[in-house]
């Protein structure tokens, strides 16, 4: 008996039932919504290929059987089909054909019912494993032609990015220059009616001058914390290392920063008796940190006291901290302080008006340039300590 004829005069049976058992096959809900056509597919042809081997000798080649689920394969990977869905309806084509081939299977020898029956199998089986090969590399060659696209509009993100951080710095620089007037000619004005007493009826227009001249100095602070932002960003700080001297540095710090500390009446106190020696860094970025934890401190402090303290460590590393007796920071809001533009508050206390909310964004930028870290305890209406820790030598 030739079980491939049996097979090719059912054909049209066995792909009705198929599909309909996929239709209702809840396991395939790809399917749910393809017309009868895109559910048939190619097995037609796997159909034909199955008639092709089964009237052959066991050792003969299957490379029709192999083309035709290769294709099969892609078509469903194109339709959205999981390896899943495929595997189940090759099981299910392999009951179809079974069930209806079952009487006629019967009326065979033993041995030929045992040959039909391993062949159809056999068969299948391959059919699932070229299938599953070709739909991995339909999804292969979808997601290389999707990391192609992904890198592609990086590049165009990435240029982008960088001509508007361009564009902000140029902006930036454009606006500190007649900001600068501004406060320079603002700041002469004042100092010329400070030293004409007698002009009494002239202190509502001095009021308006202060007005000015704080503004126009908080924006040219925020400018400059944008610039800052903006150049680490873009990877155009270049350090320059050198041996310091830490402690001359700190006075630098502290002197300049006196009238503010004065201004509160604050008691700011540095501990010299740790400070290394020898610490080869950028002296710059380190006194922009230093200027921004100290001044930081200040700003969220109404009484107390800044203290600055440096501590040798162990591998070749040391530490600087920053505390003050402020308002402190809560829990939820340490983990973004370090972010640009956030500004914290503490309880019924919004955020100070002077505060652009870059300080300590720049502040962590420059100690990552640094090579260092930064550490921060705080616990609201106590105070808080930031600690840095950098290498004693800046490779």
């Not at 100690?367 to 616990?379: A, P, R, T």
Request: proline share 3%.
């Amino acid at each position: 008996m030739d079980f491939s004829l049996l097979l090719a005069e059912n054909t049209d049976a066995i792909l009705k039932k198929w599909v309909a058992a996929v239709l209702k096959d809840r396991k395939i809900e790809s399917a749910e919504d393809l017309p009868y056509t895109a559910i048939q597919n190619d097995l037609p042809d796997v159909l034909d290929a199955m008639v092709t081997v089964l009237s052959k000798s066991e050792g003969n080649d299957i490379q029709s059987i192999v083309t035709a689920s290769w294709h099969h394969g892609i078509l469903r990977a194109k339709q959205g089909f999981d390896p899943g869905e495929i595997t189940h309806e090759y099981h299910l084509l392999r009951m179809v054909i079974f069930d209806t081939l079952q009487a006629d299977l019967l009326k065979g020898t033993p041995s030929e019912i045992i040959r039909s029956m391993r062949l159809i199998d056999a068969v299948i089986d391959e059919a699932i494993a070229q299938c599953v090969n070709s739909y991995i590399e339909e999804r292969l060659q979808e997601f290389k032609q999707l990391y192609s696209s992904l890198v592609l509009h990086n590049q165009q993100l990435n240029r982008l990015v960088v001509a508007n951080q361009d564009h902000i710095s140029q902006l930036a620089h454009d606006l500190k220059h007649p900001l600068s007037s501004i406060i320079g000619y603002s700041d002469l004005f004042l100092r010329q009616q400070r030293k004409k007493p007698e002009l009494k009826d002239n202190y509502a227009n001095i009021e308006h001058i202060e007005r000015v001249l704080r503004n126009g100095r908080q924006l040219l602070r925020l400018i400059n914390d944008v610039l800052e932002i903006s150049r680490f960003d873009a990877g155009q700080i270049q350090l320059k290392p050198a041996l310091i001297n830490v402690r001359e540095l700190i006075d630098n710090v502290c002197e300049m920063l006196q009238p503010l500390v004065d201004e509160k009446k604050l008691t700011l106190v540095v501990d010299y008796d740790s400070i290394p020696q020898k610490v080869v860094t950028d002296e710059y970025q380190l006194q922009q940190i230093m200027t921004n934890l100290v001044s930081n401190a200040i700003r969220y402090t109404d009484s107390g006291t800044i203290s600055i303290q440096c501590e040798l460590l162990d591998n070749n590393q040391w530490s600087i901290a920053v505390s003050d007796t402020g308002i402190g920071i809560t829990p939820e809001n340490q983990n973004q302080i370090f972010k640009p533009y956030f500004r914290a508050s503490s309880g019924s206390r919004s955020y100070l008006p002077d505060s652009t909310g870059l300080g300590l964004a720049i502040v962590s930028r420059l100690v990552k340039l640094l090579q260092g870290k930064i550490d921060l305890v705080s616990e609201v209406e106590v105070g808080s300590t930031f600690t840095v820790t950098m290498p004693l030598e800046l490779e």
